[in-house]
């Protein structure tokens, strides 16, 4: 169990979940959700067919610190990759 500012929490999902009670948390994760969904969904598919970053990055023609750029949020990607990376792991893209 790890302590945030005297608060405890037991995941990753406890602190969001407690975070999600303050309105302008909640507002800037609303605004993210999309992208939050999108690197979620892609890292799902990854992981469920046994595939590593690197393995994804070879397909590509990439480099795995790109794979791992992108699956951190760290990384603005651009729809073309993003497509080049949904193609990669074998899942499509639909936005609804």
Do not use: W
């Amino acid at each position: 169990m790890t302590k945030y500012k005297n608060k405890q929490y037991r995941t990753l999902d406890d602190f969001h979940n407690k975070r999600m009670k303050d309105r302008v948390y909640r507002r800037a994760y609303d605004e993210l959700e999309f992208e939050f969904s999108l690197v979620r969904a892609i890292i799902d598919a990854r992981l469920s067919k046994g595939i590593t970053q690197k393995e994804i990055a070879k397909r590509m023609g990439t480099k795995q610190s790109s794979i791992a750029r992108f699956e951190s949020g760290k990384y603005n990607p651009t729809l073309a990759f993003v497509q080049k990376l949904a193609n990669a792991v074998g899942t499509k893209i639909k936005v609804v």
